[in-house]
């Protein structure tokens, strides 16, 4: 028996027609010398020659990730690997929700590629407010926004997470910063919640800072690893600094480091909440 169909219109406890069964996705993609990537809905289709996102109905055993990427595609011809997934926020309607996923494409060439699409442009996220935009696309933008050009580094004090957890690592240092590695490899491809805000998750850039007999750990997909020659706290107040319109977490339990990071506007992860989701994949 087939699942039934996601394309249908699906009322929400507020009394407005949402299209698709399982809910709906868009892909909010971000070129920072372009601005962001907007399409002119064709006149036929709900709510017409209006201006919004590229994106479309759930499909069953879809993830919204997955949704959004394959409606920008057959959209405006921008494939998945032109881009890179950042953030996803979600905007629940009760019986009806819609996922807005937010990525990097620098360069990506986009063009109608459907009849759905009348036009598609890149516009200045500052302009975005002065065009005839759908209902829901226009209420949601302002928290949009604030999040365009921004990304999660998830920056990780290995010394500190390593030894949260009493698994016999002190016999094999440099062996057990690489396991760490790998697994935050598969974080950064599986994602995480915003500590602060349920209904957003993010695709975070990973930065491992590394010491001791474990400074000559490599980089692995998904993960930076830097080394400390000498003192790693310092090292991670370094990173920390660096980083520019971004979220920053630091995993760490150290309480003067965590001081130290917290001044400059950085928010901690506890080891113990990192390695439950570390746990989880």
């Known amino acids: 028996m087939s699942p039934p169909s996601a394309s249908v219109f699906v009322r929400c406890s507020g009394g407005h027609l949402h299209w698709g069964r399982y809910g709906a996705a868009g892909l909010l993609l971000v070129d920072p010398a372009r601005g962001v990537l907007l399409q002119r809905r064709a006149w036929w289709v709900h709510h017409g020659r209006t201006w919004a996102l590229p994106g479309g109905a759930i499909e069953a055993?879809?993830?919204?990730?997955?949704?959004?990427?394959?409606?920008?595609?057959?959209?405006t011809s921008v494939p998945a690997e032109a881009f890179r997934t950042?953030?996803?926020?979600?905007?629940?309607?009760?019986?009806?929700?819609?996922t807005t996923v937010l990525a990097l494409a620098e360069g990506a060439e986009a063009r109608v590629a459907n009849t759905e699409s009348a036009e598609v442009r890149w516009v200045d996220?500052?302009?975005?407010?002065?065009y005839p935009l759908h209902r829901d696309f226009a209420a949601a933008w302002p928290d949009l926004r604030d999040r365009v050009g921004r990304e999660l580094v998830l920056v990780v004090?290995?010394?500190n997470v390593v030894g949260s957890r009493p698994d016999g690592w002190w016999r094999d240092r440099?062996?057990?910063a690489e396991r760490l590695r790998d697994q935050l490899g598969k974080l950064a491809e599986a994602g995480l919640p915003d500590p602060d805000d349920a209904a957003v998750s993010w695709w975070p850039r990973i930065v491992l800072v590394v010491e001791g007999q474990a400074k000559h750990v490599t980089g692995a997909p998904g993960v930076e690893v830097v080394a400390a020659e000498t003192d790693g706290d310092?090292?991670?107040?370094?990173?920390?600094?660096?980083q520019q319109r971004a979220k920053v977490l630091v995993a760490t339990a150290d309480r003067e480091l965590k001081r130290r990071v917290e001044a400059?506007?950085?928010?901690?992860?506890?080891?113990?909440t990192l390695r439950r989701q570390l746990d989880k994949l």
């Open 61 to 75: 055993g879809e993830t919204a990730v997955t949704a959004a990427a394959r409606e920008a595609f057959e959209e």
């Open 157 to 159: 004090d290995a010394a």
């Open 125 to 130: 996220p500052d302009d975005v407010p002065g």
């Open 86 to 98: 950042v953030s996803a926020s979600v905007v629940d309607h009760g019986e009806w929700s819609y």
């Open 234 to 242: 310092s090292k991670i107040v370094e990173v920390v600094a660096q």
């Open 264 to 272: 400059l506007g950085a928010s901690i992860l506890g080891p113990g």
């Open 174 to 176: 440099h062996g057990a």
